[in-house]
C-alpha cells in the first residue's frame, strides 16, 4: 500500500495480483515504456503521456511531467504510514556538515571557497589517491562555511576538508 500525497488530494494506492487500486477501487490500467523516462499510461480509458523529471528517495518526493503539465507527489510506503501513525516519523532529514577525506591523499583542486552555495552533487574539491584523481561531491545542497585544506596539502583519511 502506498500513499500519494498530491497539491490538493491523497490517493491511496495498492497493488496486487488482481491489479491496482485507487482509494478502494480498481482501476484498468497499461504502461508502456516510449522513452528514457517517458511512458505511455492508459488508466480507465484514459490516455496520458507521463514523464519522470526526478526522484528523490530520501524524502520520497517525485516529480513528474504528465500531459506537459508539472506534477510534484510525496510517496509514502506502509512503513512510512507506520512510523508516522507511531510518532516517530522523521522529521527532518540530517544533513551532513562536513566532508571528511574518504583515504588519505593530495588536494589537486578546491573548487568552492567559504560563503559559495553548492547543490548536491557539484563537485567541491579533487583528491589525488593512489594515482587516481577523485572528485569529492556534495551529498546535499548548503553554503560553505569553512574550506579547511588548499591545493597541494596532504590528506589523512577522515579529515575533515569542508564543513557547512
Same mark, same amino acid.
Given at each position: 500500500?502506498?500513499?500519494?500525497?498530491?497539491?490538493?488530494?491523497?490517493?491511496?494506492?495498492?497493488?496486487?495480483?488482481?491489479?491496482?487500486?485507487?482509494?478502494?477501487?480498481?482501476?484498468?490500467?497499461?504502461?508502456?515504456?516510449? #522513452?528514457?523516462?517517458?511512458?505511455?499510461?492508459? /488508466?480507465?480509458?484514459?490516455?496520458?503521456?507521463?514523464?519522470?523529471?526526478?526522484?528523490?528517495?530520501?524524502?520520497?518526493? /517525485?516529480?513528474?511531467?504528465?500531459?506537459?503539465?508539472?506534477?510534484?507527489?510525496?510517496?509514502?510506503?506502509? =512503513?512510512?504510514?507506520?512510523?508516522?501513525?507511531? #510518532?516517530?516519523? =522523521?522529521?527532518?532529514?540530517?544533513?551532513?556538515?562536513?566532508?571528511?577525506?574518504?583515504?588519505? #591523499?593530495?588536494?589537486?583542486?578546491?573548487?568552492?571557497?567559504?560563503?559559495?552555495? /553548492? =547543490?548536491?552533487?557539484?563537485?567541491?574539491?579533487?583528491?589525488?589517491?593512489?594515482?587516481?584523481?577523485?572528485? /569529492?561531491?556534495?551529498?546535499?545542497? #548548503?553554503?560553505?562555511?569553512?574550506?579547511?585544506?588548499?591545493?597541494?596539502?596532504?590528506?589523512?583519511?577522515? =579529515?575533515?576538508?569542508?564543513?557547512?
Amino acid at each position: 500500500m502506498y500513499e500519494v500525497k498530491l497539491k490538493n488530494e491523497v490517493l491511496q494506492v495498492e497493488k496486487n495480483k488482481d491489479g491496482v487500486k485507487v482509494n478502494g477501487q480498481y482501476v484498468l490500467m497499461d504502461n508502456v515504456k516510449s #522513452g528514457h523516462k517517458t511512458f505511455h499510461v492508459l /488508466i480507465d480509458n484514459t490516455s496520458m503521456t507521463l514523464e519522470l523529471v526526478s526522484w528523490d528517495p530520501l524524502s520520497r518526493m /517525485i516529480s513528474l511531467i504528465v500531459n506537459g503539465k508539472a506534477v510534484d507527489a510525496q510517496v509514502s510506503n506502509e =512503513q512510512d504510514l507506520l512510523l508516522e501513525k507511531l #510518532g516517530i516519523a =522523521q522529521t527532518k532529514v540530517h544533513l551532513a556538515s562536513e566532508i571528511k577525506a574518504p583515504m588519505p #591523499g593530495l588536494i589537486l583542486d578546491v573548487l568552492v571557497n567559504e560563503g559559495d552555495t /553548492i =547543490q548536491k552533487g557539484d563537485v567541491l574539491l579533487v583528491l589525488e589517491a593512489m594515482k587516481m584523481e577523485n572528485s /569529492i561531491k556534495a551529498s546535499s545542497a #548548503g553554503v560553505v562555511k569553512t574550506v579547511l585544506v588548499e591545493i597541494g596539502q596532504s590528506v589523512e583519511k577522515n =579529515q575533515v576538508m569542508i564543513q557547512f
